[in-house]
């Protein structure tokens, strides 16, 4: 075969495998787009609902939150270090408290990255934080849902 045929049969392979993988990235940015709000910013951190995950769980509304940090977090000194969590939150509207019931922790940034932790509990442990505008913007967001 002519050398240069092989050279630009090349040439045009890899500008094809760049062109799909350019068009896979962009269809995760957008279906990650369609996904998430914004609820709030903070300091290092961002947080975002998945609009349609907010339910009316009798008494309480629960949604799926994505928290995410600039620097690497961890539960205590050194466990389980993470950029951001997504939360599946318990709210009771009524006096503003509220509580997560599953957890999944990557090591990326807006919920990308290796899986480093996940789990859920039976009954969320409900609390009040009115002190954090982050708090206060997910349990907006998830009452109003």
Not at 70 to 86: K, L, M, N, Y
Request: glycine share 8%; with cysteine.
């Amino acid at each position: 075969m002519n050398p240069i045929r092989l050279v630009l049969a090349a040439v045009f392979l890899n500008a094809a495998k760049w062109l799909v993988a350019g068009i896979l990235a962009l269809t995760a940015v957008s279906s990650f787009a369609g996904e998430w709000s914004l609820v709030a910013k903070a300091n290092d951190q961002i947080v975002f609902v998945d609009p349609t995950s907010i339910r009316d769980e009798g008494g309480l509304k629960t949604a799926r939150i994505l928290r995410s940090y600039s620097s690497v977090q961890t539960i205590g000194d050194t466990a389980f270090p993470h950029r951001s969590e997504i939360l599946h939150y318990a709210v009771r509207c009524e006096d503003r408290s509220l509580g997560f019931e599953a957890w999944t922790m990557t090591a990326g940034e807006i919920g990308t990255g290796a899986t480093v932790w996940t789990g859920q509990v039976e009954r969320p442990a409900l609390y009040k934080d009115p002190s954090d505008p982050l708090v206060a913007g997910i349990i907006d967001v998830t009452c109003a849902g």
